[in-house]
């Protein structure tokens, strides 16, 4: 046991550190890394939940394909520090009590009161050879279908309007559609035609071009 | 001798027990890695009627040895408007995840490190993490080549997962399990049973991802000599490019592993009256690693857009609808054949 405390304890301070440099760092790529950085230290902390499933899939989706997407955007933004940092002062007079009151709220709810380790007891763990896995694809496909299936709907739209809102074609674009030129057969490029074959030149030899002098 | 060590070593045992297991697969991996580099210049060459490297050593075998030297031999040069950091960072972060993926790679029934009921998921996670190496190299390098370099990279590599990742999900409909090991077993009985058959466009596809996936020919558009001079690693040199070569031949014998595992039986023996074992996995994994070379001597790079529709509007709509087929025809009375 003393061993994994050790290993959350670990765990913790980097995310903790990772999740203070996302919004300190200065440079918004470092920011980013950072933020994959807390991915994977949350993921490591899962693990030692005995939810490798989530974990796994947090890496694998967040980590994987979100950031990355994430970083390409950051990457390519000219994005001026300065201009950023310029209303800091005007709008800390606002932001600060609603920081604090976000703060306040979020000690409320995961304060001693509901999350102390009188309220919760100790889960036992499980024995080796139990898949989180297939359970919680037994309990998303039975118990919590419809709920599963709502969300993949909302995500659904969410796709579909992205597209739909991004979707324009520009009249002066010189895109080449690959899925034309595949199609394109021998007929649409080359045309064959029949002529009358060239009337025979008889060849110049030396003894032509001395007959000819005569 | 190891309850000897068992006892001096106390608590401290577990972890010294599994470095050790670590090393003897980083170890042999690292061997096969520098020979496949020799193995392709030989085939390729031999493919373009050339003999390849022949001075070092008997006909060129010590070349991975005169390489290697060379690259240690050779300075880093840090540019002096990269960040100096996440340079230095960016091939680690290539060759890290290439090797941790082997972790949960079964080569035999019992032979694997880490036995874990999630294996297959550990895996897809860990190749793509493996993005980021090249990212981090092309954008820290502060040049244009290898920033373009690894933009090209970072949308093949996310493109190219998805249909590798449905093409995961019809084996693992077919093998009820997620577990490497069990994959394997779910496919003994020979060579008719093996699960290229029933999932033969999704092995297809997995293929031609992993070749993908692993910024190989003819989908190198992130190197891209011809273009963009050598792409995402243009400003590395010596042990710091080394690694990114590393990283590519290692993943590149990972994917072939995979494939092998989960598509053609594994260590499974292909004939009944042969034993299973280690060197069947070991054949079919160079069997397979030998078309990623023929690939490159023979094709053509993919131009940008053509590599982007053939990921989206082929491969994955062809998974989808054979992972359809499939669940459809395990309702059936054929469902044994699809198991």
Redesign the interface.
């Known amino acids: 046991m003393i061993f994994q405390d050790y290993v959350f304890y670990a765990l913790a301070a980097i995310l903790l550190f990772a999740g203070l440099r996302v919004i300190t760092a200065r440079n918004p790529?470092h920011a980013a890394?950072f933020l994959?950085l807390a991915f994977f230290t949350a993921a490591g902390i899962w693990l030692l939940l005995e939810a490798?499933?989530l974990a796994?899939?947090l890496?694998?989706v967040y980590?994987?394909?979100v950031m990355?997407?994430f970083?390409?955007v950051v990457?390519?933004l000219d994005i001026n520090l300065d201009k950023l940092r310029e209303g800091f002062w005007n709008a800390l007079p606002i932001a600060l009590p609603i920081g604090l009151l976000m703060a306040a709220e979020m000690v409320m709810i995961l304060g001693s009161k509901h999350f102390s380790p009188d309220m919760m007891s100790t889960p036992t763990p499980r024995p080796a050879g139990y898949?989180?896995?297939?359970e919680l694809g037994r309990q998303l496909y039975t118990d919590y279908l419809l709920p599963f299936e709502l969300a993949s709907v909302v995500l659904l739209v969410a796709i579909v309007a992205a597209i739909a809102l991004t979707l324009r074609e520009r009249k002066d674009s010189k895109?080449?559609d690959?899925?034309e030129q595949v199609k394109v057969k021998r007929a649409d490029r080359i045309r064959i035609v029949s002529m009358p074959s060239e009337k025979e030149i008889i060849p110049v030899t030396a003894e032509a071009v001395e007959e000819k002098k005569k | 001798m190891m309850d000897a060590a068992q006892n001096l070593l106390g608590p401290l045992w577990p972890v010294v027990w599994t470095m050790v297991k670590i090393v003897a697969i980083v170890l042999p991996l690292m061997g096969a890695v520098a020979y496949l580099t020799l193995a392709e210049r030989k085939v390729i060459g031999f493919m373009q009627v050339r003999l390849g490297p022949n001075r070092v050593g008997y006909g060129g075998l010590l070349q991975p040895v005169a390489d290697g030297l060379k690259l240690l031999m050779k300075e880093i040069i840090i540019p002096t408007a990269a960040n100096r950091t996440l340079f230095l960072l960016g091939p680690v972060l290539a060759i890290a995840p290439a090797f941790a993926a082997w972790a949960v790679v079964p080569f035999d029934l019992t032979l694997v490190l880490a036995d874990i009921d999630a294996g297959l998921l550990y895996i897809l996670a860990m190749t793509s993490v493996g993005v980021y190496g090249v990212i981090i190299a092309g954008w820290a390098s502060n040049s244009k080549y290898a920033f373009l370099g690894s933009l090209r990279s970072a949308a093949q590599i996310v493109s190219y997962e998805i249909a590798m990742g449905f093409a995961l999900v019809g084996v693992l409909m077919s093998a009820n399990s997620l577990n490497l090991g069990k994959i394997v077993l779910a496919q003994s009985g020979g060579f008719w049973q093996w699960y290229w058959l029933p999932l033969f466009p999704l092995f297809i596809v997995y293929f031609i991802s992993a070749v993908a996936e692993t910024n190989r020919a003819p989908f190198d558009v992130a190197e891209g000599e011809s273009e963009i001079v050598a792409g995402f690693h243009v400003e590395y040199s010596g042990m710091a490019f080394a690694v990114f070569f590393l990283a590519e031949y290692a993943n590149m014998i990972l994917v072939a592993m995979l494939a092998a595992l989960m598509f053609l039986g594994g260590w499974l023996s292909p004939v009944p009256f042969l034993p299973d074992s280690i060197l069947w996995l070991l054949f079919k994994v160079a069997a397979l690693l030998f078309f990623f070379l023929w690939f490159r001597a023979t094709f053509p790079r993919y131009r940008y857009d053509q590599i982007m529709r053939l990921g989206w509007k082929v491969f994955i709509p062809v998974t989808l609808v054979w992972i359809l087929f499939v669940g459809g025809m395990m309702q059936t009375r054929w469902a044994y054949l699809f198991h």
Do not use: R
């Open positions: 790529v890394l994959v490798e499933f796994i899939a890496v694998l980590v994987g394909a990355v997407l970083l390409f990457m390519m898949s989180n896995t297939a895109f080449i690959p899925a």
